[in-house]
């Protein structure tokens, strides 16, 4: 795995350079290397690797077939499991629709889902929501998430005490501050778009009031206030704050 970051190096200067297939191989080859859940570079398969390749598939017709190719085989193993690895199964459905939301299918992961066995879907339905909402299912999709309520509640509690550790006078401190309420808008515009779309919206008026007071730390609730206020705020913070680190 040492020759991870160089491959990925290798292969953006093949891509930027115009040599699609070679950039395509490396690809191919990062997607697979970096499939195993304990390695260190796990992490850069569904972020560095995929969004790489998904570039590469706007400009370059064979790089999009692959992708396509890839997702069919993961899809097909998943389904052929014998249900006996639920932690292995999520992961693989989970790269299956992060796929899926490169090429902008949700249509596939919403079908995929509806074959897993119950035991399995029920592990993947938090990755599984937004093609559920996407496709139109909100029926579908609030019988994963039946208390709204109380997954907010906790999430919120999750953040509080994660922002109660850092040291929010330090640049880290701050960009951790930021990424973590970028995770936690993200989930809550999920329930809202979930509520409204399931046909509660008194109970989307109730959550989007508390989605703040919900936080106890001051400096985590102006951020939100400031995202319910400005979408894209947190995100732009985020940018500015690592730019300013280069300098």
């Not at 692959?66 to 006996?84: Q, Y």
């Not at 979408?231 to 680190?245: H, I, S």
Request: glycine share 4%; proline share 3%.
């Amino acid at each position: 795995m040492d020759n991870v970051h160089d491959i990925l190096d290798r292969a953006f200067n093949a891509h930027s350079a115009g040599q699609f297939d070679a950039a395509l191989q490396d690809y191919t080859w990062l997607f697979d290397a970096t499939s195993e859940r304990d390695s260190d570079v796990a992490p850069l398969r569904l972020s560095y690797v995929l969004n790489a390749w998904a570039k590469l598939a706007e400009e370059y017709l064979p790089a999009r077939q692959a992708l396509v190719a890839l997702r069919e085989r993961d899809s097909e193993r998943l389904l052929a499991g014998d249900g006996s690895d639920i932690e292995g199964d999520s992961v693989l459905f989970n790269d299956v629709r992060a796929i899926n939301d490169k090429l902008g299918d949700a249509q596939h992961t919403y079908q995929l889902f509806q074959r897993l066995p119950a035991s399995l879907a029920r592990e993947c339905a938090n990755s599984a929501l937004p093609s559920m909402m996407a496709c139109g299912d909100f029926t579908l999709a609030h019988t994963y998430l039946p208390h709204p309520d109380a997954h907010l509640g906790d999430y919120a509690a999750e953040v509080s005490a994660h922002v109660a550790t850092l040291d929010l006078l330090s640049d880290a401190g701050m960009s951790e501050l930021l990424a973590t309420v970028y995770n936690y808008m993200t989930e809550v515009r999920l329930i809202l778009e979930l509520l409204e779309g399931y046909g509660d919206h008194a109970a989307a008026t109730r959550l989007r009031q508390q989605a703040a007071a919900l936080v106890t730390s001051a400096e985590a609730r102006a951020c939100i206030d400031a995202e319910f206020a400005h979408p894209g705020t947190t995100l732009d913070a985020m940018v500015e704050l690592q730019n300013a680190a280069l300098i």
